[in-house]
């Protein structure tokens, strides 16, 4: 009798340890979207002029790491109470993640096509281009194996790494391989533009295509090589408030932020150029 | 899927034999989590079949590039296995029959990938042995040889980190084995290396057979350290994991597809070695 009432006791326990550690899990994994949407809702729903509070969640694209991250930091000192936390990747990979239920509040992809995956999904609405962004090819500092044009790359003994032509950088770097005619065979498919970049940083490539602005956010390792064909394969970077957005105010207001003179200055100094 | 047993089944049926591990009534407290564990184990893997294009599948199948990447996982994963089997049992061996100073150390370093995330592996491996890397630039400038983006790199990524799955198996298996056997094969007159081909090996055969299945399936897995370390460029390094994450960014159907086709194939391996190596004894 006692051993069975102490069995179901234990029972008890177990069943509420368990679901505890389970209601304790999910609230952390939705910690900032629980919280914001709190404020979300009151803000967006209260008055027209939202005060900005909680968490925004950024899914921004690799190439935007330095820059965004900067920016990140002015627009919390611009808003007190706001945290800007950032989720940098390849913008396939993000916007697969934002159409999967991801608690993201804004997305800035590195190409309109990526950007319209999302928009296609009823995820986001209304696009707009804050920067473009061109290709350049990066060597090791000191450009050892002399590479000055595109052609250049299809040499014997270049080791090239490109980004996967699923992300952005890829499809960019494909096109504008195909506009100067140039075949080549790259030894390796990164998974985004920052994972070229590391191979050339390594050494263990002798060049990459990737953003100028990603060669100019490296300077001390990496050498950029200009080329005209790059004109033919310019990025636009479309951002955008995410309709299912757990902090709609803050999404609104990070999105206008991005397009505001003082950003736009910023993102220009990092080499990015104004659309 | 998840059969459910009656509280309250006696101890065995009269007819059926009678099974050991089964008591006279099983706990809810222990029954209730271990049905959640199942379920938490197995209804990813039934997302992943009901969200499957099923009508779109062989057309998502017959492209070559997804055989390509199979076979080079296959190839990848059992040369790894080869490579783990090699160094691995020597080295089981020299921590589990041998007394030197510093052995515990040495112990913890080769279970050190179990813990190290993959990504940090292959980072490693490339400061070794890439071409800059303080291996890698001799074999580089000697040889000619350079190991990342090369199908041999996959293989080394691999090995780093199922290795120590294999290292750690036979050396239980070893410290299970009674040394007296060896020690009675050297009474005969056998030379050490001779007692340990003829004597200890077999013994720990079995130990040998799961350690070498458990590096299998990690490397077959492999995510983190290949892409690191070898990069991806299909038919060359881009193993089925790095086929399935990269279609994942573009195409969810295709990565689905991809991975039913590596769910068969492990559920088909561990089928076929069942009650062989995989149970428990």
Known sequence: ?275 | MTQRRPGGVPVGQPVAPVRRGRGPRIPYALLLPALLGLAFLVLPLVGLLVRAPWSSLSGQLGSTEVWQALRLSLVCATAATGVSLLLGVPLAWLLARTEFPGRRLVRALVTLPLVLPPVVGGVALLLVLGRNGIIGRRLDSAFGITLPFHTSGVVIAEAFVAMPFLVISVEGALRAADPRYEEAAATLGASRLTAFRRVTLPLIAPGIGAGAVLAWARALGEFGATITFAGNFPGQTQTMPLAVYLAMESDPEAAIALSLVLLAVSIAVLAGLRERWTSAP
């Open chain 1, 1 to 275: 009798m006692t051993s069975s009432t102490r069995r179901t006791a234990v029972a008890a326990l177990a069943a509420l340890a368990l679901s505890a550690g389970l209601s304790a899990c999910g609230s952390d994994g939705a910690k900032p979207a629980a919280g914001s949407s709190a404020t979300a809702s009151t803000a967006a729903g209260g008055t027209a002029t939202a005060k900005v509070s909680g968490t925004v969640t950024v899914f921004a694209a690799a190439s935007l790491k330095e820059s965004f991250t900067a920016l990140g930091k002015k627009f919390e000192a611009a808003n007190p109470g706001v945290k800007v936390t950032f989720n940098f990747g390849g913008s396939s990979a993000l916007a697969q993640s934002i159409n999967s239920g991801a608690p993201a509040d804004v997305f800035a992809a590195a190409s309109p096509a990526t950007m319209k995956t999302v928009t296609d999904a009823k995820g986001a609405t209304d696009p707009k281009v804050f920067v473009r962004n061109t290709l350049e090819i990066a060597v090791p500092k000191g450009n050892p194996k002399h590479i000055a044009a595109l052609k250049d790359l299809a040499g014997s003994g270049v080791k090239v790494a490109l980004c996967a032509q699923q992300v952005p950088c890829g499809a960019a770097a494909v096109t504008a391989l195909k506009a100067g005619g140039v075949n080549l065979t790259p030894v390796t498919l990164e998974q985004d533009v920052k994972g070229a970049l590391t191979k050339v940083e390594l050494g263990e490539v002798d060049a990459s295509l990737v953003y100028r602005t990603d060669v100019k956010s490296d300077a001390a390792k990496i050498d950029g090589v200009d080329f005209p064909e790059a004109a033919k394969a310019v990025n636009d970077y479309p951002i955008a408030p995410l309709a299912k957005a757990p902090n709609a105010a803050g999404a609104a207001a990070f999105a206008a932020y991005i397009l505001s003179p003082e950003a736009q200055a910023l993102l220009t100094a990092a080499g990015f150029q104004a659309p």
